[in-house]
């Protein structure tokens, strides 16, 4: 079996995690660049990266990166590359772009040529000027940075934040894909206590029993190349049955979540049960203000409001003084928070142990980190 390359994309800040998702799947060669790891991997590779990668955005089967600088480079360069080796004579493709730093900066017109170049490439293959288009569906990207194209196939279709568990959510939700990095980041494991006291939809709580459970993330849902003939069926069969067995059914999780909102809990339980870990997870109706426990070395991790509405911040910084007031006297436990305010630290009263910049869709924030002491060993 030939070997090809994938990047999966991510948003930025959480590289570092997809990369190391990556390696723990198995596979080498893997680079990191701004917003992408690109890895070596084969055909087979393609169903089971996009149903275990928990924190990329989506993934990208690689056909050929080059410089461009004129528009007749990106169409030779373009028609040079195997297209036909993966759209059939009836197949159906867009083209989106996007440029940044780059002689070629009309996107519209980038798009326009990449898509002219295959067109031909393909008529040559299949000896046709003509195109019926009722087959499978393929999305090409040209990317142009700094004058280097790079041109790929969507593997995934829907972005891989699309679990297919979230049938409904409150206001404000969070990526399931940052979610499940946010987890990834903290010292959060299967044995010990996790407390998210502002679960709104269920995200957080909902991505830890996920991975405390070994659940791949995209065990319920469909990708745009199970559709694509190259991709043999069995290969898609094996993945989501290998994916089925490795569910850790009998790990028992201690993950309790809480909100203010009794609506947001009625939808978080919900979401839950669409996943199939409503057993593991305890939701409640509850004020943070409240919040009291005889554990020990437990982990709370969080997206609380951040008061981005006028006349809401006010209100959003007496309550990060007052959760700081609160998580501060758990010694023992570890506190991660998620938020876009820049003065959290001082309305918390702790500087935090570690801060790092991410972004929750398109709102830059920062993911505050205070640990508290390992638990000791059994």
């Known amino acids: ?7 999966a994309t991510s948003t930025f800040g959480l ?7 990556i390696i723990d799947l198995g596979y080498k060669d893997v680079k990191v660049e701004n917003g992408k790891v690109t890895f070596s991997a084969e055909e087979k590779d393609i169903p089971r990266v996009n149903i275990w990668l928990r924190s990329a955005d989506r993934v990208f089967l690689k056909m050929g990166e080059f410089k461009a600088i004129t528009f007749e480079e990106l169409f030779e360069k373009t028609k040079a590359l195997p297209w036909e080796e993966w759209i059939t004579e009836d197949g159906e493709f867009t083209v989106v772009g996007k440029a940044v730093d780059s002689k070629l900066m009309s996107v519209p017109d980038c798009q326009a040529i990449v898509k002219k170049a295959v067109v031909e490439k393909l008529k040559t293959k299949y000896h046709t000027e003509w195109f019926k288009e009722t087959g499978a569906k393929f999305t090409i990207q040209v990317a142009l940075l700094k004058d280097i194209a790079t041109l790929t196939i969507d593997t995934s279709g829907e972005g891989l934040h699309k679990r297919g568990y979230r049938e409904s959510s409150v206001e404000a939700p969070i990526k399931e ?5 946010l987890i990834n ?3 959060w494991n299967h044995e010990r206590i996790l407390v998210d006291p502002f679960c709104g939809s269920g995200t957080i709580p909902i991505e830890a029993a996920m991975i405390g459970k070994n659940i791949a993330p995209g065990i319920q849902r469909s990708f745009a190349s199970e559709n ?3 991709i043999n069926k069995e290969y898609w069969k094996e993945a989501k049955i290998n994916a089925r067995k490795a569910i850790l059914q009998d790990r028992k999780l201690n993950i309790k979540a809480f909100d203010i909102d009794k609506e947001a809990i009625e939808i978080s339980k919900e979401n839950a ?7 593991c997870i305890d939701f409640n109706v509850g004020n943070v203000l409240d919040f009291k426990t005889h554990e020990k070395y437990g982990v709370i991790i969080s997206n609380p409001p951040y008061g ?9 910084e007496e309550l990060y003084t007052k959760i700081g007031k609160i998580f501060r006297q758990l010694d023992t436990w570890s506190i991660y928070i998620i938020t876009s305010n820049e003065n959290f630290e001082k309305l918390y009263g702790q500087k935090a142990d570690r801060k790092r910049k991410l972004y929750n869709g398109r709102i830059k924030v920062d993911y505050y980190q205070y640990y508290g002491p390992r638990p000791p060993k059994k």
């Open 177 to 181: 894909t940052l979610a499940a990095a």
């Open 185 to 187: 980041l903290s010292y």
């Open 273 to 279: 049960f669409e996943i199939g870990v409503d057993d």
């Open 308 to 316: 981005e509405r006028l006349g809401n911040k006010e209100k959003v």
């Open 228 to 230: 694509w003939p190259r």
């Open 1 to 7: 079996m030939s070997e090809i390359e994938l990047i």
């Open 15 to 21: 590289e570092s995690v997809v990369k190391k998702e």
